[in-house]
């Protein structure tokens, strides 16, 4: 899980959907919050700040952010302030 960062200050948050060990793999494997077992919460954020969301919440939210994939993970960006928006809570270190 990650944040991107532009300069110094935190812009998006990255869910992550699927993985696979490595680019050579054609099948990516459900996770995150598609993952198959009961979690229903997920974490994400990073030494500053960390952020909770419902897994059912942001399922529905998939669909309105820009999707990124990578050579081995696929997810979506949150815009920082709509994660605040949406989270169910912020935690600040």
């Not at 939210?61 to 960006?77: A, D, V, W």
């Amino acid at each position: 899980m990650q944040f991107y960062f532009y300069g110094q200050q935190a812009h998006y948050s990255k869910p992550v959907l699927a993985e696979k060990s490595h680019p050579d793999n054609e099948k990516y494997i459900p996770s995150g919050i598609y993952r198959k077992d009961n979690s229903w919460l997920f974490v994400i954020g990073d030494e500053k700040i960390v952020y909770i969301f419902s897994t059912k919440y942001l399922k529905k939210l998939e669909c309105r952010y820009e999707q990124r994939i990578k050579t081995t993970s696929k997810g979506f960006l949150i815009p920082i302030t709509e994660a605040e928006k949406y989270c169910i809570r912020k935690i600040v270190i």
